[in-house]
């Protein structure tokens, strides 16, 4: 695109932007482009020569003008696009309709309102939940008002300028997010509008409607019925990190009977600006400081998180060698505990059959340690694809995780990863577990001890030139390795020549012969090369099976960064 293709590309963009902030942003650009400032140029460039791409993830980046940002130019033609859709997918004399929620962020209620009138101007009955709330409501939602499609103006745990757009379908996809093909039919749609339409032109209707409380109150109860009504409540410190998950996972804490939390008052309002963490996400280093501070403060038991759009769980216990300080799980760790919880229940509601039955499932990177208690429990075990989109989506689904904090503990009523729900569901474990005098901690020991200790790992390396990822995963299939740190390699699973049980994708699963296994991915999000490692023992005592998947995990690390450099 030439200079002056370029500042026509962005003067037309203006001209179409209802949003007076980045139509003056856009403005000081073009000025400064038009005067010879390079950098100008060079923003303008980033903005205008590619376009924030939609897909099973739906739409993720900066707020800012341009199609290569989140604004409300993008945001109306995905809108146009999904409703376009959502049209041609009906079927004759069917009725089409989608309900529509958002979080705290910066502009979140302003994308869901002008989905709400362009859904709403296409003819599509439109749904707006009452005020910011919950990703997870959105899944509720789709499913309990049996709506086509549903859409969450949510960017999740991502840096504070971020916005997004996340579909989900109704129907026979039972409210889960957006798979192929569906995503690239979009996709043609909203490219469509941006090609054909002015998003000022667009029809719009302010006859959309402004979902009842009903609705919530729906979820706060069928959430709540998760847990039993606790004879022990534990002491817990418990923090939005600035998101929306307090209101509503106070109701279900209240309706399930348990006390009320101390929450970190730093961090329990919805603040877009998420003042005290550089991210906000509570996987990264120091998100749970505050969290922390306040746990010691109260002598508290349990630390749970939610992040912004309370679609993850964060879970803290005591460190058993320190106990005035605290260790976040990791999300492998929560994801063995509440699957054995799972397990233990599907097991108790088989009393008159001869075995429980259901489907444990988990990503591809995740912990081995959920189809060891598939196993021992006779339910079946699934490995999907990363992302809930897939986990969401395995037939008869008891429960599901994925190592990044992402729990599905109740698929008859949300089909998506729910950190309200998950975080009932640990606390109703921990309290029947202090019920008889233990704790989480004593549960990972149990955990260990029944179906074997699992260790897990990550190495990531982050690239400045996307194609050094390329050089290495080509390479690893030209020349497949015989060993990592030492450890033998017995097989090598590449799932770009998939045989069918999973969709193809850019992965291999390498297995070892001590049973350890290294999966080998381009991240889907950022520019990374991503390592999972996973070791395990199941021999000894229990300090022998941790120090003997510790001592794997260490050798498969160094194996593995000395595997994957250039």
């Avoid at 979080?103 to 009452?130: Q, Y």
């Avoid at 906000?280 to 010691?296: I, K, S, V, W, Y």
Wanted: with cysteine.
């Amino acid at each position: 695109m030439s200079d002056s293709e370029l500042l026509e590309a962005a003067r037309a963009w203006i001209a179409q932007d209802p949003d007076a902030e980045t139509r003056a942003e856009l403005s000081a650009l073009i000025d400064g482009a038009a005067a010879g400032d390079p950098s100008s140029l060079d923003d303008l460039r980033d903005r205008f020569e590619s376009r924030l791409a939609f897909g099973t993830a739906g739409l993720r980046g900066e707020i800012a003008a341009g199609p290569n940002r989140m604004n409300r130019v993008l945001v109306s033609q995905a809108a146009a696009g999904l409703a376009a859709y959502l049209l041609e997918r009906a079927s004759e004399g069917d009725s089409t309709s989608v309900v529509i929620g958002y979080d705290g962020r910066k502009n979140s209620a302003v994308f869901a309102t002008d989905t709400a009138e362009i859904m709403a101007g296409a003819g599509i009955r439109a749904i707006l939940l009452p005020r910011l709330l919950p990703t997870p409501l959105v899944a509720f939602a789709v499913r309990h008002l049996d709506v086509s499609a549903g859409v969450m103006v949510t960017a999740s745990h991502n840096p504070p300028n971020d916005n997004g757009y996340k579909v989900y379908l109704g129907g026979a996809d039972q409210g889960s997010q957006i798979v192929s093909p569906a995503d690239a039919e979009i996709a043609e749609q909203i490219l469509r509008v941006a090609a054909e339409e002015n998003v000022l032109e667009l029809p719009r209707s302010d006859a959309y409607e402004i979902a009842p409380e009903s609705v919530v109150d729906a979820y706060v109860a069928q959430t709540a019925a998760l847990a039993a009504r606790p004879t022990v409540q534990p002491k817990v410190v418990y923090t939005a990190m600035h998101g929306v998950g307090w209101q509503t996972f106070r109701s279900v804490l209240e309706a399930a009977g348990f006390d009320e939390p101390t929450v970190v008052r730093q961090q329990i309002d919805p603040d877009s600006a998420f003042p005290t963490v550089s991210f906000p996400n509570p996987e990264e280093p120091g998100a749970l400081d505050l969290a922390f501070q306040t746990a010691r403060e109260v002598d508290a038991d349990l630390v749970i998180a939610n992040d912004p759009d309370a679609d993850r769980l964060a879970i803290a216990i005591r460190d058993s060698s320190s106990p005035a300080t605290f260790r976040a799980l990791t999300g492998n760790e929560v994801g063995a505990l509440l699957g054995w919880r799972a397990a233990e229940l599907l097991d108790a509601a088989a009393h008159d059959e001869q075995t429980a039955s259901g489907t444990l499932a988990c990503s591809i990177v995740s912990s081995p340690a959920l189809r060891a208690v598939a196993a021992a429990y006779g339910l079946e075990f699934a490995e999907t694809l990363t992302g809930f989109k897939w986990v969401s989506r395995t037939p008869e689904l008891a429960f599901g995780f994925e190592e990044a904090l992402g729990y599905l503990v109740n698929p008859s009523t949300v089909r998506d990863k729910d950190g309200i729900s998950a975080a009932l569901a640990l606390l109703d474990l921990a309290s029947g577990l202090a019920a008889r005098g233990l704790t989480l901690d004593d549960q990972l020991d149990a955990f260990s001890m029944r179906f074997g200790h699992f260790a897990s790992g990550q190495v990531s390396v982050r690239v400045t030139d996307l194609s050094q990822i390329t050089r290495v995963m080509a390479r690893l299939r030209a020349e497949p390795p015989a060993e990592i740190g030492g450890i033998r390699v017995s097989s090598i699973d590449d799932l770009l020549g998939t045989d069918g049980a999973l969709p193809t994708s850019d992965v291999l699963r390498i297995h070892l012969d001590d049973g350890s296994r290294v999966m080998v991915r381009p991240s889907g999000t950022e520019p990374k090369l991503k390592v999972y490692l996973d070791t395990q023992s199941s021999d000894g005592t229990l300090e022998e099976r941790r120090a003997t998947a510790v001592a794997a995990l260490e050798q498969l690390e160094e194996g593995v960064r000395t595997l994957i450099a250039e």
